[in-house]
């Protein structure tokens, strides 16, 4: 059986694993979630969810051990003081290579959501693309909100559907999303914490790529 996820990290406060594709958040039809098996992997009675990924997303996931860390975690998401980077690919060139993404996300009678142009309450990412061979392109994302299908939602909105989303992107059927939770950075306790692996994808441009990123902290990032 493939390995649904590993250890980056494990302290008597948190855990942070590392998701492979195509696992459920939650155990769903008897089919053990990615929480239950990371509980019964380190014999946890207890494991807190602070955030989530789709099925689709495979990275980096943060649990808290205790309620105390996981209100903790709470304070840190909802004051936007933990910084989270996300990788992607796409097929498509998009309508503008590096920007804002803004807007109000409303649910459609399929399940699937739609960036609006309103602002009452909106899903906020900023992005920049690369190119990594012909028709392939890479997507670093940042996102400042946590909304349901924000990211697939985003570059969708851009013209720029992510490879192998099947909700968001029907014609391109594949067994596996490109979409991975990268980087994520917190301060908890007064003390500061960074996690960051790579996705496991073997497609052209993929090394150079990531090089590119190495110096992604000194782009200029678009102003929200």
Same mark, same amino acid.
């Given at each position: 059986?493939?390995?649904?996820?590993?250890?980056?990290?494990?302290?008597?406060?948190?855990?942070?694993?590392? =998701?492979?594709?195509?696992?459920?958040?939650?155990?769903?039809?008897?089919?053990?979630?990615?929480?239950?098996?990371?509980?019964?992997?380190?014999?946890?009675?207890?494991?807190?969810?602070?955030?989530?990924?789709?099925?689709?997303?495979?990275?980096?996931?943060?649990? @808290?051990?205790?309620?105390?860390? @996981?209100?903790?975690?709470?304070? +840190?998401?909802?004051?936007?003081?933990?910084?989270?980077?996300?990788?992607?690919?796409?097929?498509?060139?998009?309508?503008?290579?590096?920007?804002?993404?803004?807007?109000?996300?409303?649910?459609?009678?399929?399940?699937?959501?739609?960036?609006?142009?309103?602002?009452?309450?909106?899903?906020?990412?900023?992005?920049? !693309?690369?190119?990594?061979?012909?028709?392939?392109?890479?997507?670093?994302?940042?996102?400042?909100?946590?909304?349901?299908?924000?990211?697939?939602?985003?570059? =969708?909105?851009?013209? @720029?559907?992510?490879?192998?989303? !099947?909700?968001?992107?029907?014609?391109?059927? +594949?067994?596996?999303?490109?979409?991975?939770?990268?980087?994520?950075?917190?301060?908890?306790?007064?003390?500061?914490?960074?996690?960051?692996?790579?996705?496991?994808?073997?497609?052209?441009?993929?090394?150079?790529?990531?090089?590119?990123?190495?110096?992604?902290?000194?782009?200029?990032?678009?102003?929200?």
């Amino acid at each position: 059986m493939p390995c649904k996820f590993s250890i980056i990290d494990n302290n008597p406060q948190f855990v942070v694993i590392n =998701k492979a594709p195509n696992v459920n958040f939650h155990t769903i039809d008897g089919k053990l979630g990615i929480v239950e098996l990371v509980k019964q992997t380190l014999n946890l009675s207890q494991l807190y969810p602070v955030h989530r990924l789709d099925r689709m997303t495979s990275g980096l996931i943060l649990f @808290a051990k205790t309620k105390t860390v @996981a209100a903790q975690f709470g304070v +840190l998401f909802e004051t936007r003081q933990i910084e989270k980077y996300y990788l992607a690919l796409s097929d498509k060139k998009p309508k503008r290579k590096q920007g804002l993404i803004k807007g109000d996300m409303k649910k459609g009678r399929n399940g699937s959501y739609l960036l609006l142009k309103s602002h009452l309450n909106p899903a906020i990412t900023q992005f920049f !693309s690369y190119s990594l061979a012909p028709s392939l392109r890479g997507y670093l994302l940042k996102p400042h909100t946590g909304k349901t299908h924000q990211l697939r939602v985003a570059l =969708k909105s851009i013209g @720029a559907p992510i490879l192998g989303d !099947s909700r968001y992107y029907p014609s391109n059927q +594949l067994d596996v999303g490109f979409l991975h939770a990268w980087r994520l950075s917190f301060v908890l306790g007064n003390r500061h914490f960074s996690f960051v692996v790579d996705p496991n994808w073997t497609v052209d441009g993929m090394s150079d790529f990531i090089k590119k990123l190495s110096e992604f902290q000194t782009l200029n990032w678009p102003k929200i």
